[in-house]
């Protein structure tokens, strides 16, 4: 089964994805991660996709996609993927419709999570990242606080506020453009009746887990 996370940063995208791969037994293949590994190898994909990615950009498609048809090859891959930061425009989900058609597979289910806008940015502003490069790990200072204040509980170097998860408009400006770009593909999928919102939110009391067990079961049922 072939499943597409969709939700603006600071939704909870990662965590859902992470718990659906889990529970389904089939890999998240998050190409944020695989760009990031990529630069921290010093790989010659790393080092092409850093130059945009260090300009906040979309790595170009002639990269991104190629690693993503590769990544399909994968063997761990025979009984789906989740795929969590891919496509991100209509271009690429064009050319992964072509990729799966080519193996005999489709795009079975996109998610489409949704958050309140000021529940978002108050996630964004409360969340804090271990400054040590190897670990990075992220905390909230409200949903899941370290043990120890401004510490990492993982590796005990010091917490930090990621530049750009200080600045409330810079926030609105990144939510903003993320809608622009993802839009398109929401309609895309829609009109091919695979779309399902999920709002996740804590007003609510939805977060990531519960979201989780309902796709679960939405999925056992139907897909
Ligand atoms: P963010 O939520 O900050 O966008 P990601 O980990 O999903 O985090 O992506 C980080 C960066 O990696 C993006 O800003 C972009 O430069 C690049 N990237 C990830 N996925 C794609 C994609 N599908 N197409 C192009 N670039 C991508
Ligand atoms: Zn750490």
Redesign the pocket.
């Known amino acids: 089964m072939i499943i597409i996370m969709l939700g603006a ?1 600071g939704t909870g995208k990662g965590t859902v994805a992470g718990l659906l791969s889990e529970k389904l037994g089939i890999p998240q293949i ?4 695989i ?2 590994k990529n630069i921290k190898e010093e790989t010659e994909l790393g080092i092409e ?1 850093n130059k ?2 260090s300009k ?4 170009p498609d002639d990269i ?1 996609v190629p690693m993503v048809a590769k990544r399909l090859e994968m063997d761990d891959v025979v009984d789906g993927a989740i795929l969590d ?5 209509i271009e ?1 989900a064009k050319k992964f419709d072509e990729m799966l058609a080519a193996k005999g597979k489709k795009v079975d289910l996109v998610v489409n999570l949704t958050t309140p806008r000021d529940e978002i940015i108050e996630r964004i502003l409360t969340r804090r990242v271990c400054s040590n490069q190897e670990c990075k790990a992220t905390y909230n200072l409200i949903m899941h606080p370290p043990k120890k204040d401004g510490i990492c509980d993982k590796c005990g170097a010091k917490l930090v506020q990621r530049e750009d998860d200080s600045d409330e408009s810079a926030i609105n400006k990144r939510l903003e453009i993320y809608d622009v770009q993802t839009s398109p593909l929401v309609e895309y999928y829609e009109k091919r009746n695979v779309l399902r919102k999920e709002e996740i939110s804590s007003r609510i009391n939805r977060l990531g887990d519960k979201v989780a067990s309902d796709l679960i079961e939405y999925i056992k049922e139907s897909v």
């Open positions: 940063q998050s190409t944020g991660d760009f990031r996709a945009y990615m906040g950009m979309l790595v991104t930061g891919f496509p991100r425009t690429q």
